[in-house]
């Protein structure tokens, strides 16, 4: 989706890396999000599931190392684009407690954008009152959100190297562009 309003829209591409935190056997039961500075920003399941600050601490080395190994894959060389002064635009495929885009929004925010943007192609109602974001953009609100793979055709996942390869080929058409 990135790729798409990226090029769309002639702009730059990027990828901002946060990870989802897991309650403890519960595979989709997402209690935080990680960004690559170590911010996370605690979900609502967090307090409601009793999770140990111990168990939080674990899970947040275990998701930096994740994101150290993916920034390695996907930029390998350069650091991410300098959003600065930038109008930026944070995209989801979805956004149903909000926590990854709040980890992602808090990343890029500190970065000092001129505006930033949150979008997805679909979202919960609640989560989207949530979003600290100049601007949500969200084709699809619906009031019932149980699942993501409701709403899309294929939700099959993008592989790293798929990522890799198509930040490369963005790079690359930007610096021919310049």
């Known amino acids: 989706m990135g790729q798409i309003i990226a090029e769309a829209l002639e702009g730059e591409l990027d990828v901002v890396l946060v990870h989802r935190l897991l ?3 519960r595979a989709k039961v997402a209690i935080a999000a990680v960004d690559e500075t170590g911010y ?6 967090l307090c409601r599931l009793g999770i140990s600050a111990t168990y939080l601490a674990e899970e947040t080395r275990a998701a930096l190392a994740v994101l150290r190994g993916r920034r390695a894959l996907y930029t390998p060389g350069r650091p991410p684009i300098d959003p600065a002064g930038r109008i930026v635009i944070i995209v989801g495929h979805s956004i149903l407690n909000g926590g990854s885009m709040m980890a992602a929004l808090h990343a890029v925010r500190a ?5 930033l943007i949150a979008a997805a192609a679909v979202g919960s109602p609640k989560a989207l009152l949530r979003i600290a974001a100049d601007e949500a953009i969200c084709l699809e609100v619906p009031d019932c959100f149980y699942a993501v793979e409701e709403f899309f055709r294929d939700f099959s996942q993008v592989s790293d190297a798929e990522v890799a390869r198509i930040l490369q080929r963005s790079r690359q058409r930007a610096a021919s562009a310049a």
């Open 40 to 45: 996370t920003y605690l979900g609502q399941e």
């Open 23 to 25: 309650a403890p056997g």
């Open 111 to 115: 970065r000092h954008p001129a505006k």
